[in-house]
């Protein structure tokens, strides 16, 4: 039973004094873009620096919120195969308590506090004016961003807490059995459906429009919902494969092995196909077309100043997982996983780089020292309370009812 | 094709299969094929298997697909007959997109199909022997291919011993063509007892 033992996570220093450098970098970005950008007078550059930190609070969030979604979404299908490494993404969506009050503040100081129309050209008063605007302003305007924001960030730390509360119970000797675990998996996908439909309303739809399209006032896209979605969840699945190779490195996590990390792989590669698909079919058809109103969002995109960026975000994002993840020798390797995994919520990150600075800064584009110090403050974060998370539970749930599953599962 | 003389081993039960496989590849049989009702996980993998390359196929017929595609719609709308369309550049890779990823999949999909018809000799009007009918209903039949060195009634021994309950001697064509499948099994005996 020595083996046992290494099912409880013990937080490495090292890996606290990476965590704790990180967020300090990230804490000293933020002061020096306050002083320079933020509070230096100049709309457009205060504009960059809230911007700054919009995509990367959102982003971050959207990644460790999806990974709720991978829980909700696999207890809904009845999968057992994660049970294995599900105390991950559990531990990866606590932080949906930190990031989600983070994002909450900087979304309502742009809105409320600042009234920011630079970036939310909705809140002027010339919007009152505005033809095409006045017909949105129903669903665009600071009252009810701040009731759907305060509900959506709200609901998923409430209900993504039900979840994790639910799967404490894997751990007790008392789940044993076929009618406390028929009750178990019962009650999951109650808390689960809860947790799906909340999602479905939010990051499956209103949120994106509401965080970010709406930058962009005028322009509508129908996809532009399921691309934000699948550009989280698929950096959420990457992040998920990187906390399953650290673990396993370490010795942790007997029971996983290159079955399941085979199987995150899978989800790394059909959502980059995916999320392709997605940007393919807002691009396409917009470019078809060629209506001015529609085509003004590709525009500095894809012949300007952002043109770098938007190829490189698709060859990140598609070009690469496509032609190194699809053999199955590849999503069982931890150096490529690894690779790819990082690569993967880079690409993503660039991803929504330019969603949402290509809509604040079309003049100029160019990721600075400020973005790279941001979002090592969120990584930082992560690396630092997904361990403390991880190290507060057992990292397997012993009791959980398809636990023999999930051990001999077989891709 | 030469008939060859095959030993079949009938068994009900899974859990009999499994030790039974690996007891015949131990003694230096060479199992044919085993047909099962259903498909049974692990199977292959105790069976020495190797893993099949009808992917790779897959992948080759894809990307022949997408060249295709491209190089189709490339000549004609830019050098053979170049056509005006709402003002888009005669290449107009965008649009071709869909008709490019339409091909690769027709393409992989039939190619991989006829390939899987291929290593397993299956045609239209072909008769495959079947070795024992309720392989499709409730039984597991192993079938080991016999060599001149081979003792039938001593293998038919082995294979009750090992709890088939149903044992016979057929003699069949292995195969209607080109490239049996079965080329590469490698003998338990060679590779992990020498």
Not at chain 1, 292 to 298: A, D, G, K, N, S
Not at chain 2, 16 to 34: C, E, M, Q, S
Not at chain 2, 67 to 76: C, R
Not at chain 2, 91 to 102: G, K, N, R
């Amino acid at each position: 039973m020595a083996a046992l033992t290494k099912e409880q996570f013990e937080i490495p220093a090292k890996m606290r004094a990476w965590s704790l450098g990180l967020i300090a970098a990230g804490v000293l970005a933020f002061i020096l873009g306050l002083v320079t950008k933020g509070l230096s007078g100049d709309e457009h550059k205060k504009a960059e620096f809230i911007g700054t930190l919009m995509y990367n609070s959102i982003f971050w969030l959207l990644v460790c919120n999806a990974s709720m979604f991978f829980i909700c979404i696999t207890t809904l299908a009845m999968g057992a195969w994660q049970v294995a490494i599900r105390r991950i993404p559990e531990a990866i969506s606590t932080l949906v308590k930190i990031f989600g009050p983070i994002a909450f503040v900087i979304l309502v100081y742009v809105v409320i506090v600042d009234h920011n129309h630079h970036i939310y050209h909705w809140i002027s008063d010339e919007a009152k004016e505005d033809p095409v605007l006045k017909g949105k302003l129903g669903f665009l305007n600071p009252t009810f961003y701040l009731i759907w924001t305060t509900l959506a960030i709200g609901l998923w730390m409430l209900l993504g807490a039900r979840m994790r509360k639910l799967s404490e119970e894997a751990d007790d000797a008392a789940l044993r059995g076929e009618e406390p675990g028929k009750s178990f998996i019962w009650r999951n996908t109650v808390s689960a459906s809860l947790f799906i439909v909340w999602f479905a309303l939010t990051v499956g739809s209103t949120v994106p429009w509401l965080w970010m399209m709406s930058i962009d006032a005028h322009w509508y896209s129908t996809m532009y919902s399921w691309y934000t979605f699948a550009s989280s969840f698929v950096s959420g699945m990457s992040l998920i494969a990187l906390w399953v190779i650290y673990l396993k490195n370490k010795g942790y996590l007997q029971y996983a092995n290159e079955e399941h990390l085979h199987d995150v792989g899978k989800f790394m590669f059909a959502f980059s196909i995916f999320w392709t698909y997605l940007w393919f079919s807002q691009f396409m058809l917009i470019w078809y077309a060629n209506i001015p109103e529609e085509t003004v969002y590709f525009k500095h995109r894809v012949d300007g100043p952002y043109k770098g960026i938007f190829f490189l975000n698709l060859i990140i994002n598609f070009v690469c997982p496509l032609l190194i993840l699809m053999k199955r020798a590849a999503k069982r390797n931890y150096t490529l996983m690894t690779f790819m995994a990082v690569l993967i919520i880079f690409g993503h990150w660039i991803d929504f780089y330019q969603m949402v600075m290509g809509s604040i800064r079309k003049e100029d584009a160019g990721i600075s020292w400020l973005d790279f110090g941001i979002a090592a403050f969120f990584v930082g974060m992560i690396i630092f309370f997904v361990g403390k998370a991880l190290a507060s539970k057992p990292l397997t749930p012993k009791y959980h009812p398809f636990m023999k599953e999930s051990i001999i599962h077989h891709t | 094709m030469a008939k060859k003389t095959f030993v079949v081993g009938c068994f009900d039960d899974e859990a009999v299969l499994f030790p039974a496989v690996k007891k015949t590849r131990l003694a230096g049989y060479k199992i044919h094929d085993i047909y099962t009702p259903f498909a049974v996980h692990g199977l292959d993998h105790a069976m020495g298997l190797r893993e099949t390359s009808l992917h790779t196929a897959g992948f080759i017929y894809g990307i022949t697909g997408t060249t295709t595609a491209l190089s189709g719609i490339g000549w004609i709308l830019t050098k053979d007959w170049p056509i005006n369309f709402g003002g888009k550049p005669h290449f107009a890779l965008p649009a071709w997109i869909p008709i490019m990823f339409e091909l690769t999949v027709l393409f992989s999909a039939v190619g991989m199909v006829l390939t899987f018809c291929y290593l397993c000799q299956l045609a239209p009007f072909v008769k495959k022997h079947h070795f024992h009918p309720r392989a499709t209903d409730d039984l597991f039949v192993m079938v080991i291919e016999t060599t001149a060195k081979t003792n039938v009634e001593d293998l038919k021994g082995f294979l009750k011993a090992n709890g088939a309950v149903e044992v016979d001697v057929q003699v069949a064509e292995p195969g209607w063509w080109l490239g049996r499948y079965d080329k590469e099994q490698q003998l338990i005996r060679d590779v992990e007892v020498a």
